[in-house]
């Protein structure tokens, strides 16, 4: 059974940093995308960056330049180190992660209509920003 666990979340001033983590429980397969999702106020759960098997990233166009993914494979665990946070980015941060996906393009923009077997998501962690 997939578990993912968000770590990290918490309150900054604007221009501050904050480091999530999302550490993997069982297996999610060889081929597989990866990525952070954010959902404010409303309903919708949009992309912040994702990553795929191959290591190649996407980014969503308002964290660009100031949101860094990464993931360290030997012990399972994904990172978004986000810099230069605004009050914008002020949201419920998901960690998402899909077996079978190659594209992580694709998988930023479509992984939060996926309703399957083969998607896990994590609890989420709070972001807050202050100005």
């Known amino acids: 059974q997939v578990q993912l666990a968000e770590t990290g979340g918490g309150s900054v001033q604007t221009g501050g940093s904050l480091r999530l983590s999302c550490k993997v429980s069982?297996?999610?397969?060889?081929?597989?995308?990866m990525g952070w999702f954010r959902q404010g106020t409303g309903p919708v759960r949009t992309g912040v960056a994702a990553i795929d098997t191959d290591g190649i990233t996407t980014y969503g166009n308002s964290v660009k330049g100031r949101f860094t993914i990464s993931k360290d494979k030997y012990k399972n665990i994904l990172y978004l180190q986000m810099n230069n946070l605004k009050p914008e980015d002020t949201a419920v941060y998901y960690c998402?992660?899909?077996?079978?996906?190659?594209?992580?393009?694709?998988?930023?923009?479509?992984?939060?209509?996926?309703?399957?077997?083969?998607?896990?998501w994590g609890q989420g962690t709070q972001v807050t920003v202050s100005s």
């Open positions: 998402g992660a899909e077996s079978g996906c190659e594209y992580s393009d694709y998988f930023l923009s479509n992984f939060p209509d996926v309703r399957a077997p083969s998607a896990y």
């Open positions: 069982g297996s999610i397969g060889r081929h597989h995308c």
